[in-house]
Nanobody, 111 residues
C-alpha cells in the first residue's frame, strides 16, 4: 500500500506561480512513472505531466513551457512547478503512481 499526499495548492492570480508537492509513504526509487493529473468542475480527470525514474518527462500541450515536473527520490517527493498560471488551470490536482492516488489539492487561478 502506498499513500500519496499532495500539498501546495491555493488561490493565485493569473500569471502567478505555485509549486505542488506529492509526498509518498514509501521509497519512490522503484516507482518508474509518477504523474500529476487534474480535474476541473464538470470535466473529466486529465493527465498533466509524468516523469520516469530516468527523468524523462511528458507534458500535455496546454501546460508545455509553463509547468515543470520533477522528482527527488531521496525525499520520496514529486513536484509540479506551475508558472504563468491561467484561469483555465483551475482544478483539483492529483498525484498518481500506478493505481494509487492522492487526495488532491485545489488550485484556483483568478483572472
Amino acid at each position: 500500500q502506498v499513500q500519496l499526499v499532495e500539498s501546495g495548492g491555493g488561490l493565485v492570480q493569473a500569471g502567478g506561480s505555485l509549486r505542488l508537492s506529492c509526498a509518498a509513504s514509501k521509497n519512490i526509487f522503484g516507482f518508474n512513472i509518477m504523474g500529476w493529473y487534474r480535474q476541473a468542475p464538470g470535466k473529466q480527470r486529465e493527465l498533466v505531466a509524468t516523469i520516469t525514474n530516468d527523468g524523462n518527462t511528458y507534458y500535455t500541450d496546454s501546460v508545455k513551457g509553463r509547468f515543470t515536473i520533477s522528482r527527488d527520490n531521496a525525499k520520496n517527493t514529486v513536484y509540479l512547478q506551475m508558472n504563468s498560471l491561467k484561469p483555465g488551470d483551475t482544478a483539483v490536482y492529483y498525484c498518481n503512481f500506478w493505481r494509487y492516488w492522492g487526495q488532491g489539492t485545489q488550485v484556483t487561478v483568478s483572472s
